[in-house]
């Protein structure tokens, strides 16, 4: 039996195969494949800012109301959203750092690319296990099929006008 929450579970399946690239190109930080390690870096940021943001905002405008309201008050998500808050932070940061390489600075900034990648690797790694081991099964208990289908509906919009937003 599939569960209510199966489309979440899938797309965290299918953005996780970029998490995990992450750290793939901080291990190579330092290394002599600097080509390989631009693309690297190039790639993790579009993901992370044309995909990954507006997947946290749409969870922030769509699924974590519903979770509050099934756990009793809005604060029951505010862990979870500062975790988007600071992935949000992490990707700007990544961003500048991006920027920096690309110019040259590869050596004096080397320390800091690694932070953020092994940062936003197990930041986004340990959110999504939160998701998945504590706010989904509470949603699939909590939920009618109508109610789970509403959700989805939502998420879809909210993430629609996110990513909007990023290509804006």
Do not use: C
Request: proline share 4%.
């Amino acid at each position: 039996m599939t569960s209510l929450t199966q489309p979440l579970r899938d797309e965290h399946r299918e953005l996780f195969p970029h998490i995990v690239q992450l750290k793939t190109t901080a291990d190579l930080i330092g290394g002599p494949e600097t080509g390989r390690l631009a693309e690297g870096l190039n790639e993790a940021y579009e993901f992370l800012s044309g995909q990954l943001l507006p997947h946290a905002e749409a969870e922030n405008t769509a699924l974590y109301p519903v979770v509050a309201r099934l756990l009793g008050g809005p604060q029951a998500t505010a862990t979870m959203q500062r975790d988007h808050n600071a992935v949000h932070n992490l990707i700007e940061e990544l961003g500048t750092l991006t920027g920096e390489f690309r110019a040259g600075g590869q050596a004096g900034i080397e320390n800091s690319l690694r932070r953020v990648l092994y940062g936003l690797y197990t930041l986004v790694s340990v959110h999504f296990a939160k998701e998945e081991e504590i706010y989904l099964p509470l949603l699939d208990a909590g939920l009618t099929a109508e109610e789970a289908a509403e959700m989805f509906e939502r998420l879809e919009e909210a993430a629609h006008e996110a990513h909007g937003a990023v290509h804006a």
